[in-house]
Every structure is written in structure tokens, then in C-alpha cells.
């Protein structure tokens, strides 16, 4: 079985500063990894995916995370917080033992202040 | 390209009535997957579904709830004698399901069911 778990259901940073948000997961075949976004009253949008390719995955909107297989984690971060960053952000799992489906943790809420 | 599109965007019912839910894949994708959110809860994964086919229905309801993806048209999500434990968002992802990008799920923008 494959889970998520998501460290801080709300991280708040000043504009500018380093966003860092945590993602620690748990499967028993090679995973795939995702990050989505999820702004109010919206859909999920795709930040950056990992697929057993580079193990620093560089996504949308100045974001990247780095999979390490010996922590089993995929930490999102991005260099310098903009206004337009504050969302509930995703983390995802699927596994590739077969059968398409997206386990997801609990979210973080992010709020980046002036 | 159109992406997924979902309908209605907010839905309303009573206790016992009927909710359908649909979903528009994006073009040229074959597979579609249902998640509910909850207030203050991920995304949980309800059924997974091609053509014509459920491949996976191992989060849905036992009750209740059923969905289908038929040959022609949009997916559907049913919802028979709506409780007030449905009331929550309802998103729906495609994928092209082949290919490097086959295991992408692109989501709709949801349903946010709400029951009185």
C-alpha cells in the first residue's frame, strides 16, 4: 500500500524568502511522485512530476523538488516566495506495480505575507 | 485544447434526491478517475474507469454510488438519496493513459456538492 504524508498542514513566509514544503512517502514498488497545486474555488494544476528519471525535478512557476529515495521523501521548494504562490499544495504518489491511482496527502496550506 | 471540464460547478440537492455528476476528458484521453475531496482533506480516490470499462472501484462506496464512462459522451458520476456526509468536491482527471505522459492525470476544475 502506498501513502503519503504531508509535515505541516499550513507553512507561512515572507515574499522572497525560501518556500519549503514537506512530503515523505511510502511504497513498496519504485513510485511516481507528484506535486499539485490547488488554488481556491479551483482544480489541481501540475507542478512538477517525478518518473524515475533525474532525481532533481524541475517544475512550473520557479518550483523543483529533489527525490531521495533514502529519506523516501520529495520536498517542494522554490528559492524566492511570490504573493502569487499562496495555495493549498499536493503531494502525490502512484505506483508502478500497477493500477493508475493517485494516493495524495493532506495538503499545505501556504501563506506568504509582505 | 479544451481541458477537463466538469458540470455542473455547483450542485445543490436535497437528502434523498439524485446528484450526477459529469466529466469531459480532455481530448484524445481514454481514462478517467474520481477523487472527493472533504472540507480539510486530500483529494481520496473513488474509481478509475475507461471506455466502456471500471478498472478500479476500490474507493467507492459500497452504496449508493455508482459511475460510468459509456462509448459515447462524458463520464458520470452517480449519486443515488444524497446524505449530508456527501457534501464535498468532486473532481475528475484524464489521462492519455500510453506513453511517457500516460501516467499524468490532468483534473477538472470540480463539482462542489452540497446537500441540505
Known amino acids: 500500500a502506498q501513502s503519503v504524508t504531508q509535515l505541516g498542514s499550513h507553512v507561512s513566509v515572507s515574499e522572497g524568502a525560501l518556500v519549503l514544503l514537506r512530503c515523505n512517502y511510502s511504497s513498496s514498488v519504485p513510485p511516481y511522485l507528484f506535486w499539485y497545486v490547488q488554488y481556491p474555488n479551483q482544480g489541481l494544476q501540475l507542478l512538477l512530476k517525478y518518473t524515475s528519471a533525474a532525481t532533481l525535478v524541475k517544475g512550473i512557476n520557479g518550483f523543483e523538488a529533489e527525490f531521495k529515495k533514502s529519506e523516501t521523501s520529495f520536498h517542494l521548494t522554490k528559492p524566492s516566495a511570490h504573493m502569487s504562490d499562496a495555495a493549498e499544495y499536493f503531494c502525490a504518489v502512484r505506483g508502478t506495480g500497477g493500477g493508475n491511482k493517485l494516493t495524495f496527502g493532506t495538503g499545505t496550506q501556504l501563506k506568504v505575507e509582505l | 485544447n479544451a481541458g477537463v471540464m466538469q458540470n455542473p460547478r455547483h450542485l445543490v440537492r436535497r437528502r434523498g434526491q439524485e446528484a450526477r455528476l459529469r466529466c469531459s476528458p480532455m481530448k484524445g484521453h481514454s481514462h478517467v478517475y474520481w477523487y472527493r475531496q472533504l472540507p480539510e482533506e486530500g483529494l481520496k480516490f473513488m474509481v478509475y474507469?475507461?471506455?466502456?470499462?471500471?478498472?478500479?472501484e476500490s474507493g467507492m462506496p459500497k452504496e449508493r454510488f455508482s459511475a460510468e464512462f459509456p462509448k459515447e459522451g462524458p463520464s458520470i458520476l452517480r449519486i443515488q438519496q444524497v446524505v449530508r456526509g456527501d457534501s464535498a468536491a468532486y473532481f475528475c482527471?484524464?489521462?492519455?493513459?500510453?506513453?511517457?505522459?500516460?501516467?499524468?492525470?490532468?483534473f477538472g476544475a470540480g463539482t462542489r456538492l452540497s446537500v441540505l
Open positions: 474507469l475507461q471506455k466502456e470499462n471500471i478498472i478500479d
Open positions: 482527471a484524464s489521462s492519455p493513459g500510453s506513453g511517457d505522459s500516460g501516467n499524468i492525470q490532468y
